[in-house]
């Protein structure tokens, strides 16, 4: 006797990460692409000169210290490597 699980199942069914119209499958619709293409037109955001700089610099810093370890790796590497040799 096998018990039924009276929880409600939580999966999500409809969320999709990828277009899922795709010619050749039973569920194609093209007029739906038809439909997206024309009433859904992206919109771009205009972006001023300062905050473009301000996220220029927000991304060298998030960056900086990647960038930094990889530096000091490499001194220290060289460094190992010269009183190797030396």
Known sequence: MAKKNKKPDDLDMETTFADMNVEGFRWYDPS?????????KEHKQKVSRKEYW???RAAFAAYAPV???????FILMGAIAWLWVG
């Not at 739906?32 to 859904?40: D, E, H, T, W, Y």
């Open 32 to 40: 739906l692409k038809k439909r997206k293409a024309s009433g859904m």
């Open 54 to 56: 301000m996220m220029v």
């Open 67 to 73: 960038f930094l370890i990889v530096i000091c790796v």
